[in-house]
C-alpha cells in the first residue's frame, strides 16, 4: 500500500517555496524532484534565480499552474503561503517538518487543501543510498513512514 506521502510524488508538477532571505532555499527536494524527471518550479520572492533556473516570487508568476507545492518558509510565512496556494488552486500541499502551525492547517481544513506534515520532504523524493535513506529507514521500522 502506498502511503500518502508517497502519493504526493506521482504528481508531474511542483512548486517549491523558500524565502532564501530569511532561510535557506528547498534546494535538496528540488534538485531531487528534477532529477526524477519532474517539473520543479523555485518560488522565492527574495531572489530571482536558484540553481542558475528562474526563481518566481508567488504561485501566479509561474508559466503554468503545477500540482502540488511544498513549502519550507520561515513558520511566520506558512499560513500566508497555504492562503496562497488555495488561492491558485493547489490543493496539495506539503508543509516541511517543523514548519506548520496552527494556523496554516486550519487555513488548509477551511480551504479543502490536502496538506502533508511532520516530514522532511527530501526523505520521500530521493533514491539511492544516502543519510535521508537511513532517516526512510529509520520511519519504516517505526511504523511513521
Known amino acids: ?29 528540488y534538485g531531487k524532484s528534477k532529477k526524477l524527471g519532474k517539473t520543479a518550479f523555485a518560488v522565492d520572492p527574495s531572489c530571482d534565480a536558484i540553481d542558475g533556473d528562474r526563481a518566481y516570487p508567488d504561485f501566479d508568476a509561474l508559466p503554468h499552474k503545477v500540482e502540488a507545492a511544498v513549502l ?35 487555513i488548509a481544513k477551511d480551504r479543502g487543501v490536502s496538506l502533508l506534515t511532520g516530514a522532511c520532504a527530501v526523505m520521500y523524493v530521493s533514491r539511492g543510498p544516502s543519510y535521508h535513506s537511513i532517516h526512510k529507514l529509520i520511519a519504516k521500522l517505526t511504523k511513521q513512514y
Open 72 to 106: 519550507e518558509v520561515p513558520r511566520e510565512e506558512t499560513a500566508e503561503w497555504v492562503k496562497k496556494a488555495a488561492d491558485a488552486g493547489i490543493q496539495r500541499v506539503w508543509i516541511h517538518m517543523n514548519r506548520d502551525t496552527p494556523e496554516a492547517l486550519e
Open 1 to 29: 500500500m502506498i502511503s500518502a506521502r508517497e502519493q504526493f510524488w506521482q504528481g508531474q508538477t511542483f512548486a517549491f517555496v523558500g524565502n532564501s532571505a530569511k532561510k535557506g532555499f528547498p534546494r535538496l527536494s
